[in-house]
């Protein structure tokens, strides 16, 4: 947004934050910009010359002012000038996306991310033959948006493309901190992502959910099947059963110690009978297939890891069994409905599903809601 900056400007946007990044430019200064936060706001200095760029941070409202930063701007703008005359930023202004990617974001997400793998596979599998060869100073919103384009004709999902989106950016704006390269100067404008309909929430009947189980107890000699039948009793994330090791089940109390979750902290995962069953199942199939036992409860018998996806055998099981719209992530939604039906307090499904926040798990707050109406129904029975 272009504005006029001056110091009310910037205090009236500040204490009408609401949560959203708010980007203002300056219309006196050419580059100036100032990013709105909660509490305070930060002054930028984006300059060009020679086709090359830098992004400097000038300082933080209200410690300096709009006058202060504009004072500001045509000093750094002369250090810049200097420094692309002296060579001193030739260094990495001809650095490919691959390289970059390759040499310094992976290497930085597999320290600081735990979704390490996530950003490995959507690299190799949609980034890399696209945009490899991009000189990264030359990666504009203009590439993006072609690559949104792209992504929509081959028919991917819209919320897929807008991960992708934001993953792109994301790595793209650490590109000065973590080498000092050049990046392109419309990357620093937000970009506008396509409009997506919240997913409807999928929950198992009594009649789906006892389908799903007499499969699971038919096949229990297939490993992908249990692992699918310890999703649907347990309630887990999908990453958490895939992860789940030997050592981390203690059956003599019932639980199963999660070391890494979504929200980084461990939890513990009560099992019930079923899911206790499941785990003997998957103890007597790995003493029959393997000498040693294995590290993990569910093992790929090709790779001898643990699985990274098991689309295609769910795809093949709900097709048998009527259940086309499921996803293995709804398998955790009716176990919260399932319990919240049944008279589980939304307490103790937040505990079970692991959620940090009590607002998460609100969604299922309109199932108690359901058997309130049931409760107080029993007033007209009583009356009449």
Known sequence: MQVNLTDNTIRKHIKNYNGNRVSLTDTKVQGLSVEVRRRSATFYLRAAYQKRSKRTTLGKFPTMSVADARKLCAEHKRRFV???HSGVLNTNVDMRFD???EQHFLPWCKIYKRTYSSHQSMYKNHLQTRFGNVILSELSSRHIF???AHMSERGYSKSFINKCVQHIRSALLKADELCGADTH???YKPIRLLHTNPLKERFLDAAEAGRLRDYVELHHRDAVCLLIGFLMYTGARRHEVFAAEWQHIN???NSWYVPVTKNGKPRYVMLNRRAVQIIEYARLLQTQQYIHKPQWLFINPHTHKPYRCVFSKWSRIRAELGLHDVR???LRHSFASTLVNNGAT???VQKLLGHSRSATTERYAHLANH?????VSLIDKAYE
């Open 251 to 253: 059956l003599e109390r």
């Open 328 to 330: 293995i992530h709804d």
């Open 82 to 84: 200097l420094q692309v």
């Open 99 to 101: 390289v970059y990617y």
């Open 185 to 187: 100067s419309t990357l």
């Open 146 to 148: 072609a690559f949104v």
């Open 346 to 348: 939304l307490y103790e």
């Open 371 to 375: 058997r309130l109406q049931q409760a």
